[in-house]
């Protein structure tokens, strides 16, 4: 029987701007992973974002990124391993206040934006967070980019990691996500991202930009909760997965 964890990028609003629809989204996801304050969430939406977790029952997991308020974490950073290492503690630290007050155990850490993608590729900055969350935690869970150094990073040093695809993102023929600032990035056709991510889970592959297939890991599925189709996505995307045989569970149910 195929499993696959279900998860959407949560808690991303900011003082009076809301962003994403968390309190519909967390009813279909199985794990969250909450903005810790740096890209996105403040400490009210932190907290909000938590309770409507524990009351759905969705694991949770931080979600940290680059000092970057103003670019949404999504602009590249030049930043040496020992900040970066520093960064994830902090933001870890940061949610850990929130789930443990809840008497929630956090589940995973997964790197948000530019640091993701960067550390896909960098072994250092891919070495750095894994520390970081190993030195915070070792029974957290990575999750990271499928086949990116993120993965591999977490094996060396026995950190636990999850292979996590995009329902809703274009890939490049290396693995890598294309880039936002490219036409078709992101999907926004329904049932292209049904069927790509169908395909993935059951597979093992997925179609890139050039019309190649690869070779993919899919342990967990991601649905951005900024994308103003998620909710739709979302829930298309969970029925039809429960349609093919495949349950849906958090990382740690699995």
């Known amino acids: 029987m195929y499993q696959v964890d279900l998860n959407s990028d949560l808690g991303e609003s900011f003082g009076a701007y809301t962003i994403g629809m968390d309190s519909e989204i967390l009813k279909y996801v199985s794990s969250a992973n909450v903005a810790c304050g740096w890209h996105a969430g403040d400490p009210m939406v932190m907290e ?26 999504r602009r590249n950073m030049v930043v040496t391993p020992a900040e970066a290492k520093a960064y994830i503690k902090y933001q870890i630290g940061a949610l850990l206040a929130f789930t443990e007050s809840r008497g929630i155990k956090m589940q995973h850490v997964k790197p948000h934006g530019a640091f993701y993608n960067m550390a896909a590729v960098d072994e250092k900055l891919a070495d750095a967070i894994c520390e970081g969350i190993y030195e915070v935690d070792p029974s957290l869970i990575l999750l990271g980019l499928a086949n990116s150094r993120m993965i591999s990073s977490a094996e060396k040093i026995g950190l636990p990691a999850a292979s996590e695809v995009f329902a809703d993102r274009a890939y490049n023929d290396d693995g890598t996500l294309v880039s936002r600032k490219l036409p078709g990035a992101v999907i926004h056709d329904k049932e292209l991202a049904i069927a790509r991510t169908v395909r993935m889970v059951t597979e093992g592959v997925v179609e890139t930009a050039s019309g190649k297939l690869i070779p993919i890991k899919a342990d967990s599925i991601c649905v951005h909760g900024d994308n103003p189709s998620a909710l739709e996505f979302v829930k298309n995307i969970k029925a039809a997965l429960e349609a093919k045989g495949v349950r849906i569970c958090s990382l740690s149910a699995r």
């Open 48 to 73: 909000k974002t938590v309770a409507l977790a524990a009351e759905a029952g969705t694991a949770v997991g931080a979600h940290p990124g680059y000092p970057d308020l103003m670019g949404f974490g």
